[in-house]
């Protein structure tokens, strides 16, 4: 009787043991396994939340060099006196801009011309041009103009021949370039007072 007793007992013990984690439920194949997907799932999540977040970064960096790269640049200069002597172009006034990307670009020029030459006959010209980077290459026409007097000069730093020359450029490459207003001399003796050219980044 003894024995049947104690293995009543334990047989009890083991029911309870085994009951236990059931009733609990807070263990078990299937509730580890919920827990560790929850676990993969956050770690996932925070993963792509990281990588969302340096893309934003790369987003916002890229927008800003877009945004310099789109915006209006441009750039002006005068110079006072500039005295062409022979055929060859003279740059009397020039500006740089460097494009960050490819664009056209407006120039526009001026320039007063004086006749000076000390002997008869005392009136002088020449030609007036605009290049790109040392060249008319870069824009799509003719901008070449003849200030000067044929016969008779009526001409001071203060009464000058005045001229403008104006072109859009071709397509540039992205980069530096330069925009000038050239001029060479024909007969007689002239200068070019008040020089003045700005150009203007309009489009890619
Ligand atoms: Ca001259
Ligand atoms: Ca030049
Ligand atoms: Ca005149």
Do not use: W
């Not at 956050?42 to 993963?47: C, E, I, S, V, W």
Request: aromatic content about 2%; some cysteine.
């Amino acid at each position: 009787m003894k024995n049947r007793y104690v293995v009543l007992i334990g047989s009890m013990a083991l029911a309870a043991a085994v009951a236990v984690p059931a009733l609990g439920q807070s263990s078990g194949p299937t509730a580890t396994s919920a827990a560790s997907a929850k676990k993969i799932a956050n770690q996932a999540k925070k993963t792509a939340n990281k990588a969302q977040s340096t893309a934003n970064a790369a987003q916002s960096t890229a927008n800003a060099a877009q945004s310099t790269a789109n915006a209006i640049t441009g750039s002006s200069a005068y110079n006072g006196d500039c005295d062409p002597n022979s055929a060859t172009f003279l740059d009397c006034v020039g500006v740089t801009l460097t494009l960050g990307q490819p664009g056209r670009v407006l120039v526009n020029a001026s320039g007063g011309q004086v006749s000076i030459s000390a002997a008869a006959p005392t009136a002088a010209d020449g030609d007036c041009r605009l290049e790109v980077d040392d060249s008319t290459a870069g824009i799509p026409h003719s901008t070449t103009n003849q200030p000067g007097e044929a016969t008779t000069d009526n001409t001071t730093p203060t009464a000058e021949n005045g001229f403008a020359n104006t072109a859009v450029t071709s397509v540039l490459p992205a980069g530096a370039h330069t925009f000038e207003l050239s001029c060479n001399e024909g007969v007689g003796d002239q200068v070019i007072e008040d020089s003045m050219i700005s150009a203007v980044r309009i489009s890619g």
